[in-house]
C-alpha cells in the first residue's frame, strides 16, 4: 500500500473593500484538503479551514472586476506567510490522519436505550 497523499487547494470565497476606489483590503480564505485515501465507500477523507485577513494595498491598484484569482490568493498565503501555510497544512493533514485511524470515540453503550 502507497502513502497517502494530500491535495490542498487554497481559495478566496469573498472579498471586502473600499467602494470608492475598488480596493479590496479584506480577504476570507478557505483550504480544502483531500486526500489519496478513501474510505470503504470510495469517498476520499477531506478536512478544511476557513480564515479571514487583512491586505496590502499594492502600489499599482489592479481594478476590482480584473484582479486574478491566482493573484489574490498568493497575496493570502504571502501575507500568512510560509510557515503560517505549512501549519495549516500540516494541522488539516491531522485531522484527516484522525479520520482515517481514529484514536477516540463518541458513543453509547449499545445496551443503553
Known sequence: MSTPTTTFTWAVSTLE?????????WAHYTVTAVSSET?????AYSDGAYGELSLERPEILVPF???????VVAAVKATLG???VTEIEQALEARIAKKIAPIRFNAVPSGWT
Open 65 to 71: 472586476d480584473d484582479l486574478p484569482k491566482a493573484d
Open 17 to 25: 473593500g473600499d467602494l470608492s476606489d475598488g480596493f479590496a483590503d
Open 82 to 84: 510560509a510557515e503560517k
Open 39 to 43: 474510505d470503504s465507500n470510495g469517498i
